[in-house]
């Protein structure tokens, strides 16, 4: 079993920041990409960032040099530093784990999501 909570959602204004976090817990092996995603209401669910165990970073171009991603592997949580928000950033943010638990083939996990409204 594994439970992905994630935190630091919340409504701010265009220009903004807003850091999120998304912690894993269970009998986690290794977790070899964790990233993020976001759904805007009649929209698709869309990839956000991605980041490596070894520090490799992705970015989808409309976030590029806005949002920071990074990890900490000892405490099995990604996070997602987001600035110079915009309205059409508004959206729930869900973090996506590609890991390996004890025992356990490789797969994919979600987090519960977490709303970031941007107002202008």
């Known amino acids: 079993q594994v439970q992905l909570v994630e935190s630091g959602g919340g409504l701010v204004q265009a220009g903004g920041s807003l850091r999120l976090s998304c912690a894993a817990s269970g009998s986690i092996f290794s977790i070899p990409v964790m990233g993020w995603y976001r759904q805007s209401p009649g929209k698709q669910r869309e990839w956000v960032a991605t980041?490596?165990?070894?520090?490799?970073?992705n970015y989808a171009d409309s976030v590029k040099g806005r949002f920071t991603i990074s990890r900490d592997n000892a405490k099995n949580t990604v996070y997602l530093q987001m600035n110079s928000l915009k309205p059409e950033d508004t959206a729930v943010y869900y973090c996506k784990f590609d890991l390996v638990l004890a025992g356990s083939p490789r797969g994919n996990y979600w987090g519960q999501g977490t709303q970031v409204i941007v107002s202008s």
């Open positions: 980041i490596t165990s070894g520090g490799v970073t």
